[in-house]
């Protein structure tokens, strides 16, 4: 049987989401965060940083990535700020 996935850190990838995923990691320290008196807000990651990071990766279809992308950081605010 042929594996639908790759695990990566007890996640469960489909082989076309890796690449996406992968970038998405890389850019950890590239957040845009707002602190205030109400504690840190994170509005989501820099994209300059983000298009650099797909350069620098070597990355082909930067767009179809940057969707995939988009998608797992909008997951990630969610988690992220909820309070």
Not at 25 to 35: D, E, G, N
Not at 51 to 78: H, K, N, W
Request: glycine share 8%; with cysteine; aromatic share 8%.
């Amino acid at each position: 049987m042929k594996e639908r996935y790759a695990r990566a850190n007890d996640t469960e990838l489909w082989p076309e989401h890796r690449e996406a995923f992968e970038t998405f990691c890389a850019c950890a320290t590239q957040w845009r965060v707002i602190a205030g008196m109400g504690g840190a807000i994170h509005q989501g990651i820099d994209y300059t940083a983000l298009e650099s990071v797909m350069r620098m990766r070597g990355i082909e279809d930067q767009a179809a990535s940057f969707e995939q992308i988009r998608l797992i950081e909008s997951g990630a605010l969610g988690v992220i700020n909820k309070r």
